[in-house]
């Protein structure tokens, strides 16, 4: 029987990222994910001081250290998240920081508004939890200015028969952590819709970056 992957609906995601809120770092551990990988991604975006970037499932806030260096201090970062329990991480980390040019919102990203145009915006690591991917993408490239950069940071199945072979303990495993659907190729969803075109792997093909810039 081919192995195949259920959509759980929103809310069911939610109430999973509620709980595992104290454990993203572990997740991170246990799935392998490569050193440095967040900056790299936040790299890839090609951002300058002063602009304004958006972060498509921010979760706990891990990757808000790197967007907020990149724009500096008269940049604009932006979250958005709908699971409470990760912004509530998220927020004390901003706190923490004193950081007053991050603003963090609760809601579906297909729903979500930005109070500005925005110069770039990132998927971390969420665009495969979310069963209505297309719709968030439609609105993040609505949300992009003319020229905006788009990048997708994510892992995926390695190539051949290596992830064939995994497929099927990839599916156990996401069902009982994080929910992120190991048969959706983003790559092949953004390359249409963007120009200049990038995508990047890493760890033998089991992570990677893509990119693009969205057409005037």
């Not at 990760?86 to 991050?102: E, F, I, K, P, T």
């Not at 190539?159 to 099927?168: E, K, T």
Request: proline share 6%.
């Amino acid at each position: 029987m081919a192995v195949q992957w259920a959509d759980y609906d929103l809310d069911d995601i939610r109430h999973r990222y509620d709980r595992i809120a104290s454990l993203i770092v572990p997740f991170e551990w246990l799935l392998f994910m490569p050193t440095a990988f967040r900056r790299t991604a936040v790299a890839r975006i090609g951002l300058q001081g002063g602009e304004r970037v958006l972060e498509i499932g921010c979760g706990t806030g891990r990757n808000l250290p790197f967007l907020r260096e990149a724009v500096g201090p008269t940049g604009t970062v932006y979250g958005v998240d709908f699971s409470a329990g990760m912004l509530a991480r998220a927020r004390a980390g901003v706190a923490s920081h004193g950081w007053d040019n991050v603003v963090l919102t609760e809601c579906d990203a297909a729903e979500y508004r930005a109070p500005e145009p925005l110069d770039a915006v990132m998927f971390g690591l969420s665009y495969n939890t979310m069963p209505h991917h297309r719709a968030v993408l439609a609105r993040a490239l609505d949300l992009l200015k003319p020229g905006g950069r788009i990048v997708i940071m994510d892992a995926k199945l390695p190539p051949g028969i290596g992830g064939r072979m995994v497929l099927p303990f990839s599916i156990w495993l996401m069902k009982h952590t994080v929910l992120g659907n190991p048969c959706i190729r983003p790559w092949e969803h953004l390359e249409p819709l963007v120009d200049d075109f990038q995508m990047e792997e890493y760890l033998f093909g089991s992570y990677y970056v893509c990119r693009g810039v969205k057409r005037g």
